[in-house]
């Protein structure tokens, strides 16, 4: 198993080489890429044959398979408050977590669904698979859902997840950060991505993080603290943007 200090100098010489392309006038690539040698498990499972398109000519109803069924009707208000879905309070810092949803030209993306899945605040999340030995919190599951309003905005109360180990290399540990899913008006249309949280001591190491080369496009995943957001004797607030398309968009997880 290789070192953190293996991938870290992997880390290095990606960023070193992607900093000589944009000096020799590359354009900054639009999304991560899907084989990014120091996530290791990208490797193996990112895809390597084209897309299978659906030919809505020869069978139309198939593009309804894609279609979204839902609507304000579905979504409550315990959907975006993660700290009210169960019995009792969870534990940890709880978090206000807002922004806008915006298009390649600044105008608000209106009726968006927004999910969030996140680990707890012990960094382990609700899910059989995850074997951390951190505790389970029986009031927290960690997922949330609400549509952006006419301006494009978003809130989830909820709290700030934990750092946890994974299996990417010896010693690896991801930086606290909450799994953000957006639906365009076809289930096709969906976009994933990760916000992390504001002076991480963990980003240096962190291979996800540091598959996204430019240093600007990197600093667009990171939500800014914000003190008029936060709610008096309840939650500290966070700020973060995101834009679905263009030069400035928000970096994906895969390509569209």
């Excluded at 927290?140 to 709290?159: A, I, M, N, P, S």
Aim: glycine share 8%; proline share 10%; with cysteine.
């Amino acid at each position: 198993m290789p070192t953190q200090a293996d991938i870290s100098r992997e880390i290095a010489a990606l960023h070193a080489a992607g900093e000589r392309d944009r000096a020799a006038g590359a354009p900054a690539p639009q999304h991560p890429a899907r084989d990014y040698a120091p996530y290791r498990s990208s490797t193996p499972r990112h895809p390597h044959r084209p897309l299978v398109e659906i030919d809505h000519l020869a069978d139309p109803e198939a593009v309804e398979l894609s279609g979204p069924a839902f609507g304000r009707t579905d979504i409550t208000d315990l959907d975006a408050d993660l700290t009210r879905q169960h019995a009792g309070e969870p534990l940890g810092e709880r978090i206000t977590v807002t922004g806008q949803i915006l298009d390649r030209t600044g105008r608000p993306v209106r009726g968006q669904l927004v999910e969030i899945w996140q680990a707890n605040a012990s960094g382990r999340y609700a899910h059989q698979r995850d074997q951390h030995p951190a505790p389970l919190d029986p009031n927290f599951t960690g997922v949330g859902r609400c549509l952006t309003d006419d301006q494009g905005r978003y809130e989830f109360t909820t709290v700030k997840p934990g750092a946890y180990p994974w299996r990417n290399h010896d010693n690896a540990w991801r930086p606290a950060h909450i799994h953000f899913s957006f639906f365009g008006p076809a289930f096709t249309q969906r976009l994933i991505t990760q916000m992390y949280f504001p002076g991480d001591p963990l980003f240096p190491y962190d291979p996800i993080l540091s598959s996204v080369t430019d240093p600007a496009a990197r600093a667009r995943l990171v939500a800014a603290y914000d003190h008029e957001l936060s709610r008096p004797e309840r939650s500290l607030g966070y700020r973060w943007d995101v834009v679905l398309d263009g030069p400035s968009a928000t970096w994906i997880e895969e390509g569209r």
